[in-house]
């Protein structure tokens, strides 16, 4: 099915679908350690993530919630000192967590000569970076605004999730003469269904339980690269869902802990 085609191309989500977990996890991790926030910033990001894991569904309130933490994690810190720090955190944390089998997926369409792109609510600085060290031909990520060098705390455009990812991808395939109708696209989330459903070979990946459902009543192509049980990384965090205020207090303390240690 993938074949040379220069009106062809692949899109992959990043999150579970490229990388194990959530790259705003590691990404936060990493910059904590290094001192970019204090632990307070940090855990309603981490809070949302698992939330959104556990519960599986969204809302415009958790999407703005989750925009305004991300930003929390960089606003006042000069572009330059954010793409260093993604460099060193893909070598530390990121690299070892990409999936092979995706990663082969990828190399797939390369090896006919199709551009694959990823396309994702992450920070565009960091996925430019997976996609550089993966050999990708580029991201599409979520912008923050900066100012000579100096992110603000405002998004330019919207934060790259769910419609607005089918979008993106639209206005990329324009750009580059691209038929969606002959394109790919790749997502473990059921949230990303707007990206998957624009193009002509959607596949799911590593896939949530929505998503395996809809992709099986659709006859889609079905892609699981996991094996065993499916770890929760932040298992403490499900307590403070369940556990409410209190929960999330203590949450916070072991995510502390946690991220000190790792």
């Not at 899109?11 to 679908?17: A, E, K, M």
């Not at 970076?129 to 993966?134: C, N, T, V």
């Amino acid at each position: 099915m993938i074949g040379q085609d220069p009106q062809a191309a692949a899109f992959f989500d990043l999150d579970n679908t490229v990388i194990q977990g959530a790259s705003l996890f590691h990404l936060a991790k990493g910059l904590y350690r290094r001192g970019f926030f204090p632990t307070r910033l940090i855990i309603k990001g981490i809070w949302l993530q698992s939330y959104f894991r556990l519960v599986g569904r969204e809302n415009p309130e958790h999407i703005a919630d989750a925009r305004s933490a991300t930003l929390a994690f960089i606003a006042g810190h000069r572009v330059i000192d954010l793409q260093a720090a993604g460099e060193e955190i893909y070598d530390e944390s990121i690299a070892r967590r990409i999936w092979p089998g995706t990663r082969s997926l990828a190399q797939v369409h390369l090896d006919v000569g199709q551009q694959v792109w990823l396309v994702t609510a992450a920070p565009v600085e960091v996925a430019t970076i997976i996609a550089q060290r993966l050999g990708l031909t580029g991201a599409l990520g979520t912008v923050a605004e900066h100012t000579d060098g100096v992110y603000t705390g405002r998004l330019r455009g919207d934060l790259l999730h769910g419609a607005a990812k089918a979008e993106a991808v639209r206005e990329l395939a324009t750009a580059l003469n691209l038929d969606l109708a002959r394109c790919f696209a790749y997502s473990d989330s059921f949230n990303d269904l707007p990206m998957l459903s624009s193009v002509g070979h959607p596949c799911a990946v590593n896939p949530d339980g929505r998503l395996l459902e809809h992709a099986e009543e659709l006859d889609w192509q079905i892609r699981d690269f996991r094996t065993g049980r499916r770890a929760i990384r932040l298992g403490l965090i499900a307590a403070a869902v369940i556990g409410g205020v209190t929960g999330a207090v203590s949450a916070g303390v072991a995510v502390a802990r946690l991220l000190r240690r790792r």
